[in-house]
């Protein structure tokens, strides 16, 4: 609730979410944990979407976001790139690292508009 307005393509924006939260389930399991958090932190508001699955390999963080590259053995490939593309439209960044928990944890970097004198 403490969250600043974001200027987003709401619909754009939902299907990051779809795509980072399916890519969990489908990793981890529909029975583990996923937490999706978020934070202001300086101009920016940090989304971050955890699982506790098996994670992603740090040779394989480098390249899921680009396209028609996949850990999964269905799927085009097409999601994550999806997911960096809508994200660097709306000026922002999207990292991949581990959660301390075991598993993935993508964060979303978004800034906060700056507010227009009137």
Not at 37 to 66: K, N, W, Y
Not at 79 to 94: C, F, K, M, N, Q
Request: aromatic content about 4%.
């Amino acid at each position: 609730s403490d969250l600043p307005e974001l200027n987003l393509d709401v619909e754009q924006i939902r299907r990051v979410l779809i795509n980072l939260i399916e890519n969990a389930i489908d990793a981890a399991g529909t029975n583990t944990p996923l937490t999706i958090h978020t934070r202001l932190e300086d101009e920016t508001v940090l989304f971050t979407v955890t699982d506790q699955g098996p994670g992603i390999s740090a040779e394989d963080r480098d390249r899921i976001f680009q396209p028609y590259v996949s850990t999964k053995e269905s799927g085009m490939g097409l999601g994550l790139a999806v997911v960096r593309t809508v994200i660097e439209d709306h000026h922002g960044s999207v990292t991949v690292g581990e959660n301390v928990d075991g598993g993935a944890a993508f964060e979303i970097l978004l800034p906060v508009p700056e507010k227009s004198e009137v």
